[in-house]
């Protein structure tokens, strides 16, 4: 099993930057993709990006060129170093992880604000 603990949301205002950080602990070894999910009010989760153990990255277009995704293989911890915020990406941000599919294992989510 996996446990993924997350910490760093809060609130901020438009324009603003919050760095969520995501620890790993238990089978470890199997987590091959780490990543960000996002869930808003009234909407579905969705990805906000994605990295795997080699560094590749992907990333959803509304965070493109704001967001960007980092991983510490050593410390098993995955970070969302989120800039220019908006209010639009306020939401719920979930901690995934998986060895073939990020989504195999869940944080328990931690809460982003942006005021506008």
């Known amino acids: 099993q996996v446990q993924l603990v997350e910490s760093g949301g809060g609130l901020v205002q438009a324009g603003g930057s919050l760095r969520l950080s995501c620890a790993a602990s238990?089978?470890?070894?199997?987590?091959?993709?780490m990543g960000w999910y996002r869930q808003a009010p009234g909407k579905q989760r969705a990805l906000v990006a994605t990295?795997?153990?080699?560094?590749?990255?992907t990333y959803a277009d509304s965070v493109k060129g704001r967001f960007t995704i980092s991983r510490d293989n050593a410390k098993s911890t995955v970070y969302l170093q989120m800039n220019s915020l908006k209010p639009e990406d306020t939401a719920v941000y979930y901690c995934?992880?998986?060895?073939?599919?990020?989504?195999?294992?869940w944080g328990q989510g931690t809460q982003v604000i942006v005021s506008s």
């Open positions: 238990g089978s470890i070894f199997s987590l091959n993709f």
């Open positions: 995934a992880a998986g060895m073939t599919d990020p989504r195999n294992y």
């Open positions: 990295i795997t153990s080699s560094g590749s990255t």
